[in-house]
């Protein structure tokens, strides 16, 4: 196999990560002052080769909804987000990482089972609205695997990928699981899309009316701070933060509001499309970072932060109140907007801190690298569509080149080292160098028809092996 080496200028991070070092990390020119990262000073990615370790613990924290340009260090200029860029300047921040897909339950198939969406019906939903599918029991997961070479595995927060009865997490390996199993809840009420009370302990429910941030983060601080009698352990932690409704802790006069209407019959409550703003989503965002740094302080508390290893992402790109400059699109869309997050790793015991990858990776492959500093062996009937980066992180490899490939119900995309390719539901095929346009204008599609007609018939031939969409 190839090697590929990113072709992104290399520059040198130092003094503030805001707007204008975030934009010249893309390649642009500056853009308008943001905020600076206290202290913050960032190398190009080198492993640190030849340390050893135990098999590490594994917190995977998931924000909902997350720009990528959501969190300061990543350019926000009025979101302070200290906690998330504290773990960026102690691990690695990654530039052009992806989520599986541009919709929360596709991209939770992605993680949870390290392949693309449209390999299991379920992953076809974009995203589940009801009972009729999800992730089947009998498919190896993340979870399930890590199980089985002795980890102790929990869910808590949004599992967003089927319902109960046939579906669940301690159904996929999971052996706790604490949350709600649909794609939205009222913060306060618990109350799901369909008016359904969706907080649960196990396959129970769970009565508690408090602010759902507050609550999922005591129970993975609990979590953390356990003695596990010398058994790693996986935490996938799903915030749904900032995900609509636009509720910060307090509100609980709008939040009173959003309940009559869905106790009334509003199908469409929870979307809240006629409130939040910036500033409330900027509360919610400022909330996710607060409860991610409790939950680090409790980790550093235990002891075991070195043989943790911690990673941050977002189920896809930012919605109505997201900031995503430079990026064009949004959440649902194969746009960078859509499928462009913000993705942080940190493992103390093997990665040095301080450092920026510009390598293109996406959910999947967290998942096949998982598996493999974990020691453990994905399935053999179930081949994994990500590609593990243990090597490129921890022994200083050349990242395999490949393709990275999306699929949603009217668009397609497929990036090739700086090279996208795009057809969006105007159904023109569409061609960019990344390298220079990350904003996707200026179209190279009749300039280059060679590569647009290569990296289409590349996209066809995954796609061909694909489940179909159901008429």
């Given at each position: 196999?190839?090697?590929?080496?990113?072709?992104?200028?290399?520059?040198?991070?130092?003094?503030?990560?805001?707007?204008?070092?975030?934009?010249?990390?893309?390649?642009?020119?500056?853009?308008?002052?943001?905020?600076?990262?206290?202290?913050?000073?960032?190398?190009?990615f080198r492993a640190a080769r030849g340390r050893r370790s135990r098999r590490p613990n594994i917190l995977f924290v998931l924000g909902d909804d997350l720009g990528w340009a959501d969190l300061s260090s990543y350019g926000s200029p009025h979101i302070k987000t200290p906690n998330l860029d504290r773990l960026a300047r102690q691990g690695v921040r990654f530039t052009d990482a992806y989520a599986g897909s541009a919709t929360c339950s596709p991209t939770r198939f992605s993680l949870y089972t390290g392949r693309y969406p449209a390999r299991t019906e379920g992953g076809l939903a974009e995203p589940i609205a009801d009972k009729s599918v999800g992730l089947e029991p009998t498919h190896p997961t993340l979870a399930s695997l890590l199980r089985d070479s002795g980890y102790s595995t929990a869910l808590i927060g949004k599992w967003h990928a089927g319902y109960l009865p046939d579906y669940g997490p301690t159904k996929s390996g999971w052996q706790e699981f604490f949350g709600n199993f649909g794609g939205a809840l009222e913060y306060y009420s618990k109350l799901g899309l369909g008016g359904e009370y969706d907080l649960y302990e196990g396959d129970a429910t769970y009565r508690d009316l408090?602010?759902?941030?507050?609550?999922?983060?005591?129970?993975?601080?609990?979590?953390?701070?356990?003695?596990?009698?010398?058994?790693?352990?996986?935490?996938?932690?799903n915030f749904t933060t900032p995900h609509w409704p636009w509720i910060a802790e307090g509100d609980t006069e709008e939040s009173a509001g959003i309940v009559r209407r869905i106790k009334a019959g509003d199908g469409r409550a929870l979307w809240h499309q006629d409130g939040g703003s910036l500033d409330k989503y900027r509360q919610m965002v400022e909330d996710l970072d607060r409860?991610?740094?409790?939950?680090?302080?409790?980790?550093?508390?235990?002891?075991?932060?070195?043989?943790?290893?911690?990673?941050?992402?977002?189920?896809?790109?930012?919605?109505?109140?997201?900031?995503n400059w430079p990026l064009s699109g949004n959440k649902a869309s194969l746009q960078e907007g859509g499928i462009r997050v913000p993705n942080i790793v940190r493992w103390p015991a093997r990665l040095d801190g301080g450092q920026?990858?510009?390598?293109?990776?996406?959910?999947?492959?967290?998942t096949a690298t998982l598996l493999e500093v974990a020691g453990t062996r994905p399935h053999p009937a179930y081949p994994l569509d990500g590609v593990s980066l243990a090597g490129y992180l921890l022994r200083g490899e050349r990242p395999a080149e490949r393709d990275l490939f999306w699929r949603v119900r009217g668009e397609r995309a497929l990036r090739r080292g700086p090279w996208k390719y795009y057809r969006g539901k105007a159904g023109r095929d569409q061609l960019f160098d990344l390298a220079g346009d990350v904003r996707e204008q200026a179209d190279k599609a009749a300039v280059e028809p060679a590569r647009l007609a290569e990296l289409r018939s590349a996209w066809e031939a995954v796609d061909a092996g694909l489940l179909p969409y159901p008429a």
């Open positions: 196999m190839t090697s590929y080496e990113p072709q992104l200028s290399r520059r040198a991070f130092g003094g503030a990560v805001g707007v204008t070092a975030a934009a010249a990390a893309v390649g642009l020119g500056a853009a308008a002052p943001a905020q600076a990262v206290e202290g913050a000073h960032e190398r190009e408090r602010y759902y941030t507050r609550i999922i983060t005591e129970r993975a601080v609990e979590y953390v701070s356990r003695d596990h009698h010398g058994r790693p352990w996986l935490l996938n932690l409860s991610v740094g409790e939950v680090l302080k409790a980790l550093k508390r235990s002891g075991q932060e070195d043989d943790t290893l911690v990673v941050f992402s977002s189920d896809n790109g930012g919605e109505r109140f997201s900031y920026v990858s510009r390598v293109p990776v996406f959910s999947p492959d967290w």
